[in-house]
């Protein structure tokens, strides 16, 4: 006797209930989710689950595994097997008649048959296959005893393209760390890992024929050409991969089904090389006195014909290194004021009877997919690339700006992944009192899982060229937020990378947010046992009652808006006033209070934006005062900001700048937040 739970598709199309139902049964009693249930919580929730009421198979160290050569290392890292009768048999069988990347599996009393469609499919079901074990096995070479249940597995993915975006440019992360977070994708069936190389703030991909790009770009602040903008402003810190270990990171996400797709940023983001080779910008002169005189350049000239044989350059050995077959070149927020400025992109328009900038960036860009397709490789952009109206629709185009853009660049049929920010940048924040990004919004776990084409209103033909998803991660934040945290990354992707792993793997028609809940307080437990420091809740709001007492704010600093000090004062504008230019040593911000601030309260005191640390003073002092008048020193600048305790009955708080340029033209001013017992 046989019942089943099916995700949707193909072999079930109706969804039965039942054994979700049990699931969230057992998630609402802990007493009885015992080890023996932990399968029941499978994520993503395969096609078809059937469950044979038989006796269960007993894997212990003396099964014997059968598996293609290519995959031993990986499955005996997990399953070392023994020297007994073989049990387990993995395989590769075209003929199963399924889709790619599709697998059955097969447990049985007397043994393990999993057969997949291809290799991607092979490791599909091996991935299944260990959420099938007791949680431990993710701790590696398994040796305990397991009692897999019996049952038949059909299961397939609804879309290609599962991907997950990691931006190393901005805050370096080591090779380990970024093998640690391949695993966790792979054993969630997210098999693209989008690896961001280049960006304003570092390149970290060594280049042999310009070794300079990344011994030189590779680091930011201290003696860097390349300024610290997100902290750490007086060390050079960074760091670069070299060719032969990204082979190796190929290599480690190629054993685990993950294809690493790379981006260099082009022809915007482009600060770094632009410090480096200055010649490849567009010859245009700007004022630097905001800046203090630091350019923030960061576009290549498209005219300039020397900067093609660069780029090929740069393209051969990047494809020399990444397989892949896509290539990311970027093209997302081109300031084009550098070449209507500029006499040769100037005459390049004029000559070429272009009617918009946008027709300069993708003449650029289609030179370099030129270049690209010449190594049998194609080209991945951004969604910003389209916007000149000709682009060739070979071209794969990352929809980050919103759904609308999505919606648009399918519409006129370039396949699309699909990531608008409001629902798969994995660094905004997750609630309103907690870190992270802001610009897209508060992304909770259950809005991520909400995605649908139908709900984001994608029509029949855009639909068709919806090759996936993906989530995103940039790191600005990294800086200053990793000592806060066991691990930043893993937990701002964490679990909302679940939700992502089901968007791209179910129909959207089977999923269930309930179901979906009591699931992954099952896979929590696998989580733990992988080591990811995942998100488990919202953060405790902050001790103490805010206070909001009668204030008047000034500045040394000339600003953008000078009624935005008003706002400020009135506790009104989170996002906070923004100056005209940089920070310069002796700069000051004063808070005065109509009446004295009772001594025991706490004060928090920022400046730059409240969500990220830029735009701030890179080191100064905080300075209170009983009278208004006479000014005491109590505390130092970190990152821009300082958390005090008021001692005294106090008047007035200012901050005062002891550094100059901070590696952008602009400072933000903040409201203080005071707490009181």
Not at 498 to 508: D, K, R, T
Not at 564 to 584: E, F, M, P, Q, V
Not at 630 to 651: Q, S
């Amino acid at each position: 006797m046989k019942s089943s739970a099916c995700g949707g598709g193909g072999v079930c199309r109706t969804l039965v209930r039942g054994l979700l139902a049990i699931v969230m049964l057992l998630c609402a009693n802990p007493l009885g989710a015992s080890a023996d249930n932990d399968w029941l919580g499978l994520l993503p929730l395969p096609r078809s689950v059937e469950v044979v009421e038989d006796e269960p198979f007993r894997f212990d160290e003396s099964v014997a595994i059968l598996c293609p050569a290519e995959e031993q290392a990986y499955v005996r890292s997990y399953l070392p097997g023994g020297f007994g009768a073989v049990r387990m048999s993995l395989a590769v069988d075209p003929s199963l008649g399924l889709p790619a990347e599709g697998y059955r599996l097969k447990i049985a009393p007397e043994g393990v048959v999993l057969r997949g469609v291809d290799r991607a499919g092979l490791l599909n079901g091996f991935h299944t296959l260990l959420q099938l074990f007791p949680s431990e096995v993710y701790e590696g070479a398994f040796r305990g005893v397991a009692l897999l249940p019996a049952v038949e597995i059909v299961d397939w993915p609804e879309y290609h393209y599962r991907g997950q975006h990691l931006d190393v440019a901005r805050t370096f992360s080591t090779i380990p760390q970024i093998e640690e977070f391949i695993s966790h994708l792979a054993h969630h069936k997210i098999n693209h890992l989008h690896l961001h190389l280049t960006d304003d703030e570092g390149w970290r991909v060594e280049i042999k024929s310009h070794p300079e790009l990344a011994e030189i770009g590779g680091w930011r602040g201290g003696d860097s050409p390349v300024k610290a903008i997100y902290g750490e402003w007086e060390e050079r810190y960074g760091g670069y991969y070299t060719q032969e270990e990204l082979r190796s990171l190929v290599a480690y996400a190629h054993a685990r089904g993950v294809e690493i797709v790379p981006e260099i940023d082009l022809p915007g983001h482009s600060l770094t090389i632009g410090k480096i080779h200055p010649e490849i910008l567009c010859p245009v002169e700007r004022d630097l006195s905001a800046s203090e005189g630091y350019s923030s350049q960061n576009v290549w000239c498209v005219a300039r014909e020397e900067n093609y044989v660069l780029l090929e350059d740069i393209i051969s050995e990047l494809c020399d290194i990444f397989p892949s077959e896509y290539i990311h070149i970027g093209g997302d927020e081109v300031d084009k004021s550098y070449w209507r400025d500029c006499p040769h992109c100037s005459a390049l328009y004029r000559e070429r009877g272009m009617t918009s900038q946008s027709q300069l960036q993708e003449y650029f860009m289609e030179r370099l997919s030129a270049m690209l397709a010449q190594r049998g490789r194609k080209a991945a952009m951004w969604n910003e690339a389209t916007n000149g109206g000709t682009l060739s629709r070979e071209v794969r185009i990352h929809g980050w700006e919103g759904v609308r853009q999505c919606r648009e660049v399918a519409e006129a049929g370039y396949p699309t992944v699909v990531m608008p920010g409001p629902y798969f940048y994995f660094d905004m924040r997750q609630s309103k009192m907690e870190d992270g990004h802001n610009w897209a919004g508060i992304i909770s776990l259950k809005k991520c899982y909400s995605v649908s084409l139908d709900a984001l209103g994608f029509g029949p033909k855009a639909k068709s060229n919806v090759i996936g998803f993906s989530g995103a991660f940039w790191s600005e934040l990294y800086v200053t937020h990793r000592d806060k945290y066991d691990n930043y990354l893993e937990y701002q992707t964490f679990p909302r990378i679940c939700a992502l792993s089901e968007i791209g793997w179910m129909p959207s028609s089977s999923r269930s947010w309930e179901e979906f809940s009591a699931r992954l307080k099952v896979h929590e437990k696998r989580m733990e046992a992988m080591g990811i420091s995942y998100r488990r809740g919202a953060p405790e709001p902050p001790q103490g009652r805010q206070i909001t007492p009668s204030l008047k704010v000034s500045t040394s600093l000339p600003l953008k808006n000078s009624e935005a000090l008003d706002k400020i004062a009135s506790y009104a504008n989170d996002w906070g006033c923004r100056t005209s230019r940089t920070c310069r040593e002796g700069d000051w911000i004063l808070y005065e209070f109509a009446s004295s601030v009772k001594s025991g309260a706490v004060v928090e005191l920022i400046t730059g934006y409240r969500h990220v640390c830029r735009g701030v003073f890179p080191s100064g002092v905080v300075e209170v005062s009983e009278d208004g008048q006479k000014f005491r020193e109590v505390a130092k600048l970190h990152n821009g900001g300082a958390t005090i305790t008021l001692r005294r009955p106090t008047r007035a708080i200012r901050i005062r700048s002891t550094a100059t340029a901070n590696g952008d033209n602009y400072v933000f001013i903040q409201f203080p937040v005071i707490r009181v017992p």
